[in-house]
């Protein structure tokens, strides 16, 4: 019974070819076989697109979507999500939905996993496993006790979702790493550029959401990482917040939990967002990289937010604080010619 629900894995890739076989090849590896996998080729390498028709050819489960043209745009980088996931979730047959980056992997077991948490349980509508920090060599960061994701096998969407949005440690990132029922995320017109928010803030609330700690998942962290490039370039996310927010009606739909609730998490989620601002404006500032910070600032200036960025700035330059040490280094560049790397 179980093997007849289909397990849709949606994966888009464009140049990571070494960390693409080895997402696929633990893909492929998954107990359960009922697997629908589904591999964008988002104008890719040529060496990526050998491997996506070599793997086509070698496994029936595979569908392959094709873009000519690479659809990040520097001036959207949120479009992929839009064009490159919902065209992936347009192809899909399976009864649920799971999204995977192509520089991250997953336990020989996860699907299975997953796909009995939502067989044992008719009012689950997410489904996650444990996320594992490794670094760019696959190597684990943490292998100290956990702390987080701390929460039982089946428990309300809504509470853990407040929980997280008040600094709990039932639940910690990716936002992405939950499996979602297909038919609740059509309901909610395919994925959202603000991919983790609207699964944990948009989704998750609506329904039991479901947790095997003994699912792994490996959620590589590196200086490539596109969240992390993206900040290093000034981009700020706070008009972003807002047409998700709008587009939703996030804090109407919250109305169900109350009033206040509602307002909490919309404030929240507002402070969050200026919190992390601030901090990556200090952090390039303090890094030189001075049109970046510009930048930054006329974006702020397009919204409604700056008041409230420069009650902020104290916390990021408190949060940087180390920083400081390359802001010297560069004065020191400047007045003596110089650059300490030590």
């Keep these: 019974m179980r093997d007849k629900?289909?397990?849709t894995i949606i994966m888009d890739t464009y140049n990571r070819p070494f960390w693409l076989k080895e997402a696929v090849d633990a893909i492929l590896r998954q107990t359960y076989e009922n697997l629908e996998i589904i591999l964008i080729n988002n104008?890719?390498?040529a060496e990526t697109i050998e491997y996506l028709h070599e793997i086509d050819s070698r496994d029936a489960r595979v569908k392959l979507v094709h873009f000519e043209d690479n659809q990040w745009r520097p001036e959207d980088p949120l479009r992929v999500v839009d064009v490159c996931f919902n065209a992936g979730l347009a192809e899909a047959n399976g009864d649920y939905i799971f999204y995977q980056s192509d520089?991250?992997?997953m336990d020989d077991e996860y699907a299975e996993k997953m796909v009995k948490l939502f067989i044992d349980d008719s009012e689950c509508i997410t489904a996650a496993g444990l996320p594992v920090p490794v670094d760019a060599n696959s190597n684990i960061i943490n292998k100290g006790p956990r702390k987080t994701n701390l929460r039982s096998r089946y428990m309300s969407g809504y509470e853990m979702s407040l929980n997280t949005l008040r600094g709990?440690?039932?639940?910690?990132a990716p936002g992405s790493i939950f499996t979602i029922r297909t038919d609740v995320l059509r309901?909610?017109?395919g994925f959202h550029r603000n991919l983790e928010k609207s699964h944990l803030y948009g989704i998750v609330p609506f329904g039991t959401t479901g947790f095997d700690e003994t699912a792994r998942f490996y959620w590589r962290r590196h200086?490539?990482?596109l969240n992390v490039l993206l900040a290093e370039s000034g981009k700020v996310w706070l008009n972003d917040l807002d047409v998700w927010l709008n587009e939703w009606e996030i804090q109407k739909r919250w109305q169900i939990f109350g009033s206040d609730v509602?307002?909490?998490l919309v404030t929240t989620l507002q402070e969050i967002q200026l919190r992390s601002t601030a901090i990556w404006f200090v952090s390039n500032f303090f890094h030189g990289r001075l049109r970046t910070c510009k930048s930054m600032l006329e974006q702020i200036l397009c919204t409604d937010y700056m008041l409230r960025f420069l009650i902020k700035l104290p916390t990021g330059l408190w949060y940087r604080r180390h920083d400081l040490l390359f802001l010297f280094r560069i004065l020191k560049k400047k007045l003596y010619g110089i650059f300490l790397l030590d």
């Design 223 to 225: 200086d490539s990482q």
């Design 43 to 45: 104008g890719a390498t």
């Design 187 to 189: 309901s909610m017109g």
């Design 262 to 264: 509602a307002q909490e």
């Design 168 to 172: 709990g440690n039932m639940f910690s």
């Design 103 to 105: 520089d991250d992997w």
């Design 5 to 7: 629900h289909i397990f």
